[in-house]
């Protein structure tokens, strides 16, 4: 990129921080849609050392477990070089992304909002308070024996089905149904040895001393991604999941776009689905950047599961980019840098609402063990519908499934003339790819 061509075509580049782990699959991504936009894209990162070696100008080295020294290194680095934007990839980053904004007075959340929204059982408080449909819940201390577990649940009232999870972890890790006592002191004992692990641990030590109980509402599941500008939310799109997502582990597999309203679903119409994401928004106090929701489409209307500001994780992105021509990356980088997103929006919704549709499959890690050999991509390739193929396990790879798991094998991208077709499609691919996969000793 010329240093000297500006994105605004005033002469002056503008510059976005990207923060990115090694984990973090969008980079690429991102790096090709600033590239497109004339945006110079900076690199903070918590392994540098992995990352330096493949980024244009280096990268500013940050410690992720500390969110306030992550900021005010982002922020002394821009006293040299001025930032007019900062784009988050995952929870730990949407916190530091704050702190950071509020230093150097950029757009952006605050800092009580983004850790809210990261942390699952503030998020369920603060929607409680503000009456909005939730689940009922407790939090326990991981270390509570399995059996008090079930007993305090009776206490208070709370009825079987339930989901255990994590505070602070995504991608449904660590998230398990249980249908009763038993079953649910087996599911404490797992989600104890994984929160007790000194990598997960690290992520936040606070967080991962407690567990979240809580009801499980019944329903069909979507995922909605949006833009926060100044308070407003544009809708960008909703994904439905036509595989449904009963437990006893939650691995996603296929996301498809555009969203199909049932008739069985009266109150769970597009514009409920959007009202509801906007209420929690609202309510943990979010107000600009993007923002990804998962929801349930319950009997009395849809209930906000989870509230991140962030985009949608993995390579789930590109889908947009499949449907409608426009990046998901381009419209936050967009956003970033102080451009009105409302029409680009726009457009995205009426380019899904005519005639186009797109779907991601995520494959799950199937078991526990040393991958050796992927098979069936070539003939998945040839599938008419099927646009892209991203394998992101590589043979010798020691893979892990969930709830412990938090990597995907890889995204298989389609896209037809509506949702139904593009399902069949991924159903297809997926029943063609497998992977070998040795078991370690």
């Known amino acids: 990129m010329a240093a000297d061509v500006g994105y605004t075509g005033r ?42 070696e493949t980024w244009p100008q280096g990268a500013l080295s940050v410690d992720f477990r500390d969110p306030d020294r992550a900021a005010a290194a982002i922020a002394e680095s821009a006293r040299h070089r001025p930032l007019h934007g900062i784009v988050p990839t995952d929870e730990i980053t949407a916190v530091i992304a704050a702190r950071a904004a509020t230093l150097l007075d950029l757009p952006g959340s605050p800092v009580e909002a983004a850790v809210r929204s990261g942390n699952k059982l503030q998020f369920r408080h603060q929607i409680r308070a503000a009456g909005l449909p939730h689940p009922s819940f407790c939090a326990l201390l991981r270390t509570t024996h399995p059996a008090r577990v079930a007993e305090e649940l009776a206490q208070q009232g709370m009825a079987y089905p339930v989901v255990v999870k994590p505070l602070h972890l995504s991608a449904s890790r660590g998230v398990m149904r249980a249908d009763d006592p038993d079953t649910l002191a087996d599911r404490w004992i797992r989600i104890s040895a994984l929160l007790g692990d ?52 939650f691995a996603e597999t296929i996301y498809v776009a555009p969203h199909v309203t049932r008739g069985d679903e009266p109150r769970c119409g597009k514009p409920a689905i959007t009202a509801a994401v906007a209420a929690v928004a609202r309510a943990i106090g979010l107000k600009n950047g993007p923002l990804h929701a998962e929801l349930r489409l319950a009997e009395n209307g849809p209930v906000v ?50 005639g186009q549709a797109a779907g991601v499959l995520m494959l799950p890690v199937p078991k526990h063990g040393v991958l050796r050999e992927i098979r069936g991509i070539e003939s998945v390739r040839s599938l008419p519908g099927v646009c892209d193929i991203a394998i992101t396990a590589r043979p010798g790879d020691l893979v892990v499934p969930l709830p412990e798991g938090h990597t995907y094998m890889g995204f298989v991208f389609a896209r037809g003339d509506d949702s139904a077709g593009v399902t069949e499609v991924l159903r297809r691919a997926d029943e063609q790819i497998t992977f070998d996969i040795a078991p370690t000793l």
């Open 305 to 354: 599961l989870e509230l991140a500001a962030r985009s949608i994780g993995g390579l789930c992105n590109r889908t947009l980019r499949f449907a409608t021509g426009i990046a998901l990356e381009e419209l936050i980088l967009d956003h970033a840098v102080g451009h009105d997103v409302a029409q680009k929006a726009a457009l995205v919704r009426s380019r899904l609402g005519s």
């Open 198 to 249: 000194p990598e997960v641990a690290a992520i936040d030590d606070e967080a991962a001393r407690m567990v979240l109980v809580e009801s499980y509402i019944p329903g069909r599941e979507v995922a909605f991604e949006g833009i926060l500008e100044a308070g407003e939310l544009h809708e960008l799109v909703i994904f439905d999941k036509p595989d449904p997502l009963d437990g006893p582990f």
């Open 11 to 52: 002469g002056v580049m503008k510059r976005v921080m990207f923060l990115a782990s090694t984990r973090a699959y969008q980079t690429d991504d991102f790096v090709a849609a600033a590239h497109r936009l004339g945006i110079e894209l900076a690199l903070a990162t918590d392994r540098c050392h992995v990352l330096a």
